[in-house]
């Protein structure tokens, strides 16, 4: 039940495309998701986040849908652009934050 | 811009030996946090630290771990005897709270520890 299921494993879009990553997870606990960029030799670092009283987040071309009765979350990014590419976290915490459960990530490549 | 710093970079060690992982978190920061990534996997977290103790841990963190923030600006991970399954990427992270607010934790960029 403290499972944070992500998918797809892995994602290749054109540039300026829709990126799409979904997330899912089963304890209703969870009251805070955050969703984390990872670039290949760096640390993971926080880029959108989102409590379950809002449906919806926007912060430039990164958005976050939630659906709090389906319990499913995603990641969109508008215009995706090369420097886009790298591994996507979406993570989940009770008690809005400490300790995160992250999902297994998806790797992004966006094409030139 | 203030970052969290880790050191070294790499480690590598011999199975059975004990090792220390430093890190200087963010200097206002109060909540200090290990996490670890076996390659290719999820990030999973160990334990998180404020005012000087264990606020939380995970399954994964027993008794062959420990932490210590042992002056006003290190935050340590120590493992007393490395296991071949201890190999992966540790992660420091650091936050100005916790719950509601300032909770948002910052990545240092890793350790790389290697148990041969």
């Known amino acids: 039940q403290q499972q944070v299921k992500q998918s797809p494993q892995s994602l290749i879009v054109q540039k300026g495309g829709i990126s799409i990553i979904n997330c899912a997870y089963e304890n209703t606990a969870f009251d805070y998701f955050p969703w984390y960029q990872q670039f290949p030799g760096k640390g993971p670092a926080l880029l959108i986040a989102i409590r379950p009283d809002v449906s919806e987040k926007k912060e430039g071309r990164f958005t976050i849908s939630f659906n709090k009765s389906a319990k499913q979350f995603s990641l969109h990014i508008m215009d995706s652009q090369p420097g886009d590419s790298a591994t996507y976290f979406c993570a989940a915490s009770v008690n809005y934050g400490q300790n995160f459960v992250f999902g297994p990530g998806t790797r992004l490549s966006v094409l030139p | 811009e203030p970052e969290v710093t880790q050191t070294p970079s790499h480690q590598v060690t011999q199975m059975g030996q004990e090792v220390i992982l430093r890190c200087v978190p963010i200097?206002?920061?109060?909540?200090f946090y290990w996490y670890r990534q076996i390659l290719g996997q999820k990030v999973e977290f160990l334990v998180s630290f404020y005012n000087n103790e264990i606020s939380e841990k995970s399954e994964i963190f027993d008794d062959q771990f420990s932490v210590e923030r042992p002056d006003g600006s290190n935050f340590t991970l120590k493992i007393r005897s490395t296991k071949l399954e201890d190999s992966a990427m540790y992660f420091c992270?650091?936050?100005?709270?916790?719950?509601?607010?300032?909770?948002?934790?910052?990545f240092g960029p890793g350790t790389r520890l290697t148990v041969l």
């Open positions: 992270a650091s936050s100005v709270s916790a719950g509601r607010g300032r909770n948002e934790q910052f």
């Open positions: 200097s206002n920061h109060l909540y």
